[in-house]
């Protein structure tokens, strides 16, 4: 099992910038691919962007030039900064950690909202 904290998140204006932050712990040898999910009100779940152990990374179009994921192995977080926010980027966001593109594990959300 591997257990997913996420902090960060809040209240910010329109054009702001806010930064999330994902520590695991566990079987963190399972997994290798960490990113972040979120979820709108009245909206599925979506992909916000990946990063696997080599540093690969995958976005959305939608937070593509915005949004930026990073990770530091050594101490199993990942980080996800956010620029430019915009109001349909309110949501609640969800780290997640599994292997290539399947995720198994997933924290308990942390709600961002973006006020206009």
């Known amino acids: 099992q591997v257990q997913l904290v996420e902090s960060g998140g809040g209240l910010v204006q329109a054009g702001g910038s806010l930064g999330l932050s994902c520590a695991a712990s566990g079987s963190i040898f399972t997994i290798n691919t960490m990113g972040w999910y979120r979820q709108a009100p009245g909206k599925q779940r979506e992909l916000v962007a990946t990063?696997?152990?080599?540093?690969?990374?995958n976005y959305a179009d939608s937070v593509k030039g915005r949004f930026t994921i990073s990770r530091n192995n050594a101490k199993n977080t990942v980080f996800l900064q956010m620029y430019s926010l915009k109001p349909e980027d309110t949501a609640v966001y969800y780290c997640?950690?599994?292997?290539?593109?399947?995720?198994?594990?997933w924290g308990k959300g942390t709600l961002v909202t973006v006020s206009s």
């Open positions: 990063i696997t152990s080599g540093a690969m990374t």
């Open positions: 997640a950690a599994g292997l290539g593109e399947s995720m198994f594990y």
